[in-house]
């Protein structure tokens, strides 16, 4: 039971990523029409936002110690963070070891203001044109924002570690009776993107701004001829997306640390998430990210690993499960779990 | 070639000039020059931009035709290099067999995916497409290794069977004694033209492939494929079922897929898992419509283009670069140095990116649009009337 | 666009004609005998490192060796390990008298993309000798490529058994160690801190390079009396090894060893440090990770999770014999910060490669395989060492490393624990793990 308990928790927190990345691409999608492949740069674009203010933060005063050597011999440069300079040792350490949790300030508006600038400067010039160009001309751009990061910050990972404070586990399963433990910041991440998650659906939901973008999505040209100016409700939605993304990343830091090629290594699942949600649709986007988060997280499980290899003939069905869950959703629900018939069906 | 006109004749023409004089054309700068880094004409590439146009041809029948948006066909590719290379592993290295394998795998194996496929459209057969491609990588890279030899790539030992082999066989990949990779070299000043065995191989099977899409592209069957991409749901109205039609393209476009593995494992016998993956995949849909989708020749020039990049450009690096800037003040020398390795050597992908980028907002049409645009250039630059409408793609 | 062709036709026609009139030399590939024998002052190495992709930072790494090496060998720079180097064949005049020059291509941790820039080399660049690679899969694609083109491939980092076992080729050398040797040298002190009772958890990269590593741990330390709970097989593109690690508590094993590399090490390793393992007690004993192929670079993606975390590594900065000093010094100086093992691997074959053409007085791979066959040497950072004729590996010490509790720096993440001798992680060559393959007949090309 603690086995089966563990991997719902695994599969709700792998799904939140899942959840997060599909819900942005489903708002664009849903917005503008556009097939967004630079969405999983976005979110790596996240990630480094925090490494960038660890960066910031850990810019140092640099001083020679005569008494220590570095690796060569010669006289050891000791570096001074500037903010314990200033703040003194306890709040300047205190302030470098919250980098992650801080970068969310930092990441909001960058995300935003580059959400911006690709869609006024690029995305806007695509609404007209077939799914096939935005796919080249966004997955052009992600390639170059990849290639900047590299440029930049190397190709290694970097480690962002979460706050001492949520470092380590705590006995989730006492709860209810049960031993499990699980990391702190895991469940510190699936709590934030439910909180993210509920944000949007609540600012869609119970704001004008959301009612007309979502009376945009369902009939674009109706809501333009009543004299409302969608598309720059659209720009804004695009940066809030790109912010989710984003804030998606930075959290996502202190699980596995950040690289450049992150940002690929997710896009192709999120894909894969959103069509099995239904394209369109943002409930469908959420609920087909934590499915398949769970479904992963149980077929990697040894017990039901070892049952598909011995009784089903099918070894190593986490490498496929995903894939094989997204053609049997995709032959029994045509448009997806919750998708919207007519929906780039063509 | 009685259906086609005037202009596919020329179409073909120039493919067939260029496919052979591609040693002498890809290679027009003096061997040892510092521009000698920008020449292609050095088999292993033209061999590639030869089976990668056959691969963007077929693509095209399916996509350019029908609109149908594959997200894996780089599996098809997979299967028929698995297959060639088997057949050098049981029978002998001649690469009949294991080309016609290549193909007829390729086949059934789209066939099978197709079929199941081809019952969603728009992106839920993309994503159908994908699924299977990822599934198949995912499994050749390692359950499926006694098949496949996993991450190191299915090779031939000097232990497997070659049931055909004689004592004195030909230990490479050859095509009745003549060996792929024989290469001539043609000494001219200070130029050194190479023609491979292999690359005229691979060459004449692109002539083939061309031609055979070019008789597709203005066949009945081409027609109702492109009815398919106009509108499916007006033609389903008239009582015509499509998905025999498409499922033909699909297949096809998966045979001539197949084909391109098993002529790149001919040219190189060891075929290695990573080219099923997604990226792979990807780089076929690139190809296609960077050159420009629904055209006859813009795949072959997408393919080429992408390979150029990929090949070329990694291996210009900061010595390469110091070289060619040597003559400038140091201090400048080093600033242009550091711009430009920054695009190339291992920046090679962001060249690649932002060339992509560039290419389709200003050439929605791709490759081939500019290659228009040039044309009507220079015809109304001779005064010559430009309302020739059969240069279009073929939308 | 016709007119166009057809004068483009013309134009064509008209060069291959004047072309073929010209008296020409008409030529396949052999000259001397070997391919791509070097006919002016100077010789042509070709670099083929992952520049993109997972492993594109220790790539940089070994470009950076590379140069070094390019470096001293025409003479510039301090020399480095050339004085050290027990062979006093190099002269810094390049090899053979020829100045050494170098191409550099992109392997991107793909079979396919590693042998097209092996061909390009090859076939465009003249390249006498190939040397490079991160992952096991292209080392052995590549090696094959090179011995079918008849050039010596020098391995870079390629830690498979594989590579000097089933796959192994006449015309490839590896100078790093295998997954045998870190598994027989890691098992003693594995025995001597952690005691002959312990249960194993294996989490295995799903691919050959983690079956073969696997394989060999799993063998040193159930010889050691350990018992092995599970192997878990993990797929590579595994990004969240939570779901993997989360069992590993309950099945009652008290060491969890992660057979992965690269990112997927950092990943495995941070999922396993993050639900506590190493906070638990299980059977009365403190549960344990051992990660067997430590990489500094990879350690440093890892952050602070690697503390006391026990591994084996090809070489580290920190040791201190002569060879290894000079070399930490010159790359060191050059570049503002300790090479990696990565880095010292490839510096360590293009000397050998060098000095192997310098004894032989010839390019021609014959020449070099023979002079490379049992050769023995020291004074490259690892004691001494010999190039086995029988399956072209080296056989030198190991270290077993430790992720350092209170770094001093950026770069002082693990700490040497021993240096397994020689002799403790030699296997004969029909060793079962390496059974099956065939080095073949060394090809010097057309």
Redesign the interface.
């Known amino acids: 039971m603690?086995?089966i308990l563990?991997?719902i928790l695994?599969?709700l927190?792998?799904g939140s990523?899942y959840a997060l990345i599909a819900l942005g691409l489903t708002l664009i999608f849903g917005t503008l029409g556009v097939?967004n492949f630079a969405h999983g740069a976005l979110f790596m674009v996240g990630a480094f936002c925090a490494v960038t203010l660890q960066k910031f933060l850990n810019f140092s005063k640099i001083t020679i110690d005569p008494d220590?050597v570095?690796?060569?011999g010669n006289p050891?440069k000791v570096k001074t963070p500037y903010v314990v300079e200033w703040f003194g040792e306890a709040a300047g350490n205190g302030i470098i070891n919250w980098s992650v949790p801080l970068a969310i300030l930092f990441a909001i508006p960058v995300m935003l203001i580059i959400g911006y600038v690709m869609e006024r400067g690029?995305i806007k010039?695509f609404y007209k044109?077939p799914?096939?160009?935005q796919?080249?001309?966004t997955?052009?751009?992600?390639?170059?924002i990849?290639?900047?990061v590299?440029?930049n910050f190397?190709?290694?990972?970097?480690?962002t570690?979460a706050p001492d404070q949520f470092?380590?586990?705590f006995n989730v399963g006492a709860l209810i009776g049960m031993d499990a433990?699980?990391?702190y910041?895991?469940l510190v991440y699936f709590f934030f993107s439910i909180t993210v998650i509920g944000a949007v659906f609540a600012f869609l939901r119970y704001t004008t701004f959301g009612m007309v973008v979502r009376a945009g999505m369902a009939d674009r040209e109706t809501v333009g001829l009543l004299g409302i100016n969608i598309d720059r409700r659209f720009t804004i939605m695009f940066g809030a997306a790109a912010a989710v993304a984003g804030l998606a990343g930075v959290m996502y830091g202190p699980?596995?640390?950040p690289?450049y090629?992150?940002g690929?290594?997710?896009l192709?699942l999120s894909?894969?998430v959103v069509?099995?949600g239904g394209?369109g649709s943002l409930p469908g986007a959420v609920l087909a990210g934590f499915m398949l988060g769970i479904l992963?997280?149980?077929a990697?499980?040894?017990?039901i690993?070892n049952f598909f290899a011995d009784y089903l003939f099918l070894?190593?069905i986490?490498?496929?499960i995903?894939?094989?869950v997204?053609?049997i959703v995709?032959?029994v629900r045509?448009?997806?779990l919750m998708g919207k018939a007519g929906v780039?069906?063509? | 070639m009685k259906s086609l006109n005037s202009s596919d004749k020329r179409t073909l023409l120039f493919v067939i000039v260029i496919s052979l004089l591609a040693p002498f054309l890809l290679n027009p700068f003096p061997t040892g020059s510092g521009m000698a880094q920008f020449n292609a004409g050095y088999p292993d590439l033209m061999q590639r931009f030869a089976y990668f146009g056959i691969l963007a041809i077929g693509f095209n029948i399916l996509?350019g035709l029908t609109?149908y948006?594959s997200f894996g066909h780089a599996a098809f590719l997979g299967v028929g290099s698995y297959a060639t290379v088997w057949m050098f592993k049981l029978l002998s290295y001649n690469i009949v067999p294991g080309i016609i394998l290549a193909v007829i795998m390729a086949g059934l194996f789209s066939l099978l995916i197709g079929f199941?496929s081809l019952?969603?459209?728009?992106?839920?057969f993309s994503?159908?497409t994908?699924?299977?491609a990822?599934?198949s990588f995912?499994?050749a890279y390692?359950?499926l290794t006694p098949l496949t030899n996993g991450e190191t790539g299915l090779q031939v030992y000097n232990d497997d069977p070659q049931i055909l082999m004689g004592e004195n066989a030909i230990t490479s990949p050859h095509l009745f004694g003549l060996k792929m990779q024989d290469t001539f070299t043609l000494d001219l000043g200070p130029w050194a033209f190479q023609f491979n065995v292999g690359y005229y191989v691979c060459a004449l099977f692109l002539i083939l492939a061309f031609y055979l899409s070019v008789r597709i592209f203005r066949s009945p069957f081409g027609l109702m494929l492109r009815a398919i991409k106009t509108n499916?749901t007006r033609l389903n109205y008239t009582g015509i079922n499509s998905r025999p039609y498409t499922l033909a393209a699909f297949v096809i476009s998966g045979m001539y897929a197949g084909l391109a593995g098993g002529l790149m494992a001919s040219m190189d016998p060891l075929a290695g898992a990573e080219r099923m993956q997604?990226?792979a995949s990807?780089e076929i849909?690139?190809m296609t419509?960077?050159g420009g989708?629904g055209t006859l020749i813009g795949p072959v020039l997408g393919a080429g283009f992408i390979k150029y990049f990929e090949n070329i450009f990694s291996k210009i690096n900061e010595t390469v670069l110091h070289g060619w800037f040597a003559w400038m003040p140091d201090g400048l020398e080093d600033a242009v140095v550091w711009v430009l390795h920054?695009f190339t050597g291992k920046?090679w992908?962001?060249t690649?990116?932002?060339?992509?980028?560039l290419i389709?907002?200003f050439l929605?049409g791709g490759l081939m649009e500019g290659a228009d645009r040039i044309t009507d250039w220079w015809k109304r630059k001779r005064g010559k009337d430009v309302s020739d409408t059969s240069k279009t793609p073929a939308e | 666009m016709s007119n166009f062709t057809r004068r483009g036709l013309l134009k064509s026609g008209a060069v291959l004609g004047a072309g073929m009139a010209m008296p020409t030399i008409l030529t396949a590939a052999s000259h001397a005998g070997y391919t791509n024998a070097p006919t002016g002052s100077s010789v042509t190495l070709g670099f083929n490192v992952p520049q993109?992709?997972?492993?594109?930072?220790e790539?940089?790494d070994e470009l950076r060796a590379y140069q070094l090496a390019v470096e001293h060998l025409n003479g510039g720079g301090d020399g480095g390990m050339m004085n050290t180097f027990s062979s006093k064949e190099l002269k810094g005049n390049g090899i053979l008298g020829k100045k050494v020059e170098f191409v550099t291509g992109d392997t991107q941790t793909k079979s396919d993309a590693a042998r097209a820039s092996a061909k390009s080399m090859i076939e465009k660049d003249g390249a006498v000798m190939i040397t490079g690679g991160s992952s096991s899969g292209v080392a052995i694609a590549v090696q094959g490529l090179c011995q079918e083109a008849g050039v010596i491939f020098m391995a870079g980092l390629t830690h498979s058994n594989d590579t000097t076992g089933k796959d192994k080729k006449a015309n490839g050398f590896r100078h790093f160690f295998n997954g045998y040797m870190s598994a027989a040298a890691l098992a003693p002190v594995l025995e001597a801190r952690y005691g002959k009772d312990r249960t194993a958890y294996h989490l295995t990269a799903?691919y050959t390079w983690g079956w073969t590593q696997q394989e060999s741990i799993q063998a040193a330390t159930e010889a050691k009396g350990w018992q092995t709970a599970?192997n878990?097989?993990?797929?590579l593109?595994?990004?969240?090894f939570?779901?993997?690690v989360?069992?590993v508590?309950?099945s009652g094993a008290d060491v969890l060893v992660l057979n992965h590399y690269g990112?997927n090490m950092?990943?495995s390793l941070?999922?396993a440090v993050?639900?506590?393992l190493r906070?638990k007690m299980v059977n009365g004993k403190q549960f344990e990770i051992v990660v067997p192929l430590y990489s500094r670079?990879?350690a440093?993606?890892?952050?602070?999770?690697v503390k006391g975390i026990f591994g084996s590594t090809n070489w580290h900065?920190?040791l201190t014999d002569e060879g290894s000093k000079a070399f930490?010094?010159s790359f060191?100086?050059k570049y503002g910060?300790?090479p990696s093992q990565a880095a010292h691997t490839v510096y360590c074959q293009t000397m050998l490669y060098a000095d192997a053409a310098e004894r032989a007085g010839t390019f021609n791979p014959c020449g070099i395989a023979e002079a490379l066959e049992g050769f023995k040497f020291s004074g490259l950072g690892n004691g001494d060492v010999e190039y086995r004729a029988e399956d072209h590996q080296c056989f030198k010490d190991v270290l077993v490393v430790k992720g350092k509790e209170n770094p001093?720096?950026e770069?002082?993440l693990l700490e040497v624990v021993e240096i397994t001798p020689r002799a403790q992680v030699e296997y004969a060559v029909d060793h079962p793990m390496f059974a099956g393959g065939d080095l073949g007949k060394c090809n010097p090309g057309a």
């Open positions: 603690d086995g563990l991997q695994n599969g927190d792998k990523a097939v220590k570095d690796f060569l050891a690029l010039h044109r799914h096939a160009d796919i080249l001309v997955f052009g751009l992600a390639i170059v990849q290639e900047l590299k440029a190397g190709a290694n990972p970097i480690p570690p470092v380590g586990s433990s699980y990391p910041w895991r699980i596995n640390s690289n090629h992150m690929m290594d997710f192709v894909f894969v069509v099995v394209m992963e997280s149980f990697s499980y040894s017990p690993k070894p190593s986490d490498q496929i995903i894939y094989l997204a053609i995709l032959l045509p448009r997806g780039m069906e063509e | 996509f609109g948006l199941i019952r969603r459209s728009g992106i839920y994503i159908l994908l699924a299977f990822q599934m995912a499994l390692s359950v499916q997604w990226t990807g849909v690139l419509i960077l989708a920054l920046g992908h962001l690649l990116g932002l060339l992509f980028m389709v907002i929605p | 993109s992709g997972p492993y594109a930072g790539g940089a799903d599970a878990v097989l993990t797929p593109a595994t990004q969240d939570s779901s993997y989360a069992p508590l309950n990112g950092i990943n941070t999922s993050q639900f506590g906070d670079l990879m440093s993606g890892a952050g602070e999770n900065w920190s930490v010094k060191g100086e910060f300790p001093t720096s770069f002082d």
